[in-house]
């Protein structure tokens, strides 16, 4: 069967691939089957050395891919390349993380006691579409590192630089059977590697609900699993804190990427005392995003992935909004910035919009503020603003979330932990903390008495 790939912003063809079924999914399965015991006995350095090889054909190729994940997710062309040079980075920091994630000596009666960091062996890798090749990254640079091998499956949706990018390995000399790409159907490609005998672990990143069934299916043959889920993050401005800087930045943590976005924070959370003012600067801020053709060099928020989408998108405007931008005439699944009144109570500020859909919710006093931020079956990211230092730290523990960002709205770094509280998900990315997720701890006692 073929899959048609659309440009978000025409609706024209990118290109047409055979969708794989369960046949493929097990070749795939099986090649890198094949090619762990190799794999895992490649001196560290020599891996290292391969990956950071792979790190920097991307950098090489950072055009290429940037142009191919714009014509594919539809995202400003001047993000794309700001996720590719990710890429790299991610990339070039697990090389060095290859010797520098290993076990200990223990001391203990009668002996040495020792710990050994193993491979799983193969590992399932599903990706989502808003993200393709950064979350990709994410997930494939640990799990080489480690000495696993891999079966990545991209969003049907966005399979483009997933693509390019086992291409790219196989330039750098990672052998055949390391790195595999499958392209097809959750329902039939994600349900074959959850439940295929061979895979040891899951790594995912999509919604909660499907999130649900891939844990659930794991359970089966007790695959370790790793999920980062949806988010309903918090955007916490306080009176006291620097109103014109947090609205500024306020259109840009819900409407990049169109607000398809786990991290987006969308529910801004107001203090009732600043509220009018920081709404009057919020909509002129929101106003100025320039919407539009996503390979110009301006343009700062493209469209939706799909037609579909869009429709999910536009079923949550429920009552009139605070304001509305405007969107380019002509194709493309163009859906403006939204910015509504709501109570914590209202739909639009429960579920996940995964668009450019903001609520504004005031709130009284501080804790108020921590409980409107928790009352939310998730908890993936969330900001903070506020001039008061001892504040900001007491709302930080306070929140039920596990990325949270004081007087700004920024969430990734290569080096430091990500991942979720509570439907958010488990497990974490990025970072030395993933290393742990794509491998198992084994205890070595040896004697030392006669």
């Not at 291409?167 to 349900?191: D, F, K, S």
């Not at 469209?303 to 869009?310: I, K």
């Amino acid at each position: 069967m073929t899959l048609r790939v659309l440009n978000p912003a025409t609706e024209q063809p990118v290109a047409e691939l055979e969708q794989a079924g369960v046949a493929e999914t097990d070749r795939a399965v099986a090649a890198a089957k094949a090619a762990f015991p190799a794999w895992r006995a490649v001196a560290p350095s020599d891996r290292a050395r391969l990956l950071r090889r792979l790190a920097g054909l991307v950098e090489d190729h950072r055009e290429e891919l940037a142009l191919l994940e714009t014509r594919n997710v539809g995202k400003p062309i001047a993000d794309s390349r700001g996720e590719v040079g990710m890429v790299a980075e991610v990339f070039h920091y697990y090389a060095g993380a290859v010797d520098k994630h290993f076990g200990q000596t223990i001391p203990v009666a009668g002996g040495v006691d020792m710990t050994f960091r193993e491979p799983l062996g193969v590992v399932g890798l599903i990706v989502p579409w808003n993200f393709p090749l950064n979350i990709a990254s994410w997930k494939v640079g640990p799990a080489l590192a480690c000495g696993n091998t891999v079966v990545l499956k991209p969003a049907e949706l966005t399979p483009m630089t997933a693509i390019r990018l086992a291409e790219l390995a196989l330039e750098a000399g990672i052998p055949e059977g390391v790195l595999n790409v499958v392209v097809g159907p959750g329902r039939i490609v994600g349900e074959r590697l959850i439940h295929h005998p061979d895979v040891a672990k899951i790594g995912f990143t999509g919604s909660t609900e499907v999130g649900i069934g891939v844990m659930r299916g794991a359970a089966e043959s007790i695959k370790r699993v790793t999920l980062e889920l949806g988010g309903k993050s918090a955007n916490i401005v306080f009176a006291d804190a620097d109103v014109e800087r947090a609205a500024a930045a306020a259109p840009y943590a819900v409407f990049g990427n169109a607000g398809q976005d786990c991290c987006a924070r969308s529910r801004i959370l107001v203090q009732r005392e600043a509220y009018d003012r920081f709404v009057s600067l919020l909509i002129a801020a929101t106003g100025a995003m320039r919407v539009g053709d996503p390979e110009d060099d301006a343009t700062e928020m493209g469209p939706l992935v799909s037609a579909s989408h869009r429709s999910t998108v536009a079923s949550f405007i429920e009552s009139e909004p605070l304001f509305t931008g405007a969107t380019p005439d002509g194709p493309g699944f163009w859906f403006p910035c939204t910015l509504v009144e709501a109570t914590n109570d209202d739909r639009i500020a429960r579920d996940e919009v995964f668009g450019p859909v903001a609520a504004i919710i005031p709130f009284t006093d501080e804790a108020d503020a921590v409980r409107i931020a928790n009352d939310t079956p998730y908890g993936l990211s969330g900001s903070i603003w506020t001039t008061n230092g001892a504040r900001a730290l007491r709302v930080a523990r306070a929140l039920e979330t596990g990325v949270i960002s004081i007087n700004t709205n920024s969430s990734v770094r290569v080096s430091t932990p990500f991942g979720g509280f509570k439907q958010s998900g488990f497990g974490r990315e990025l970072g030395m903390n993933a290393l742990d997720g794509y491998s198992e701890v084994k205890n070595v006692f040896m004697t030392t008495e006669g």
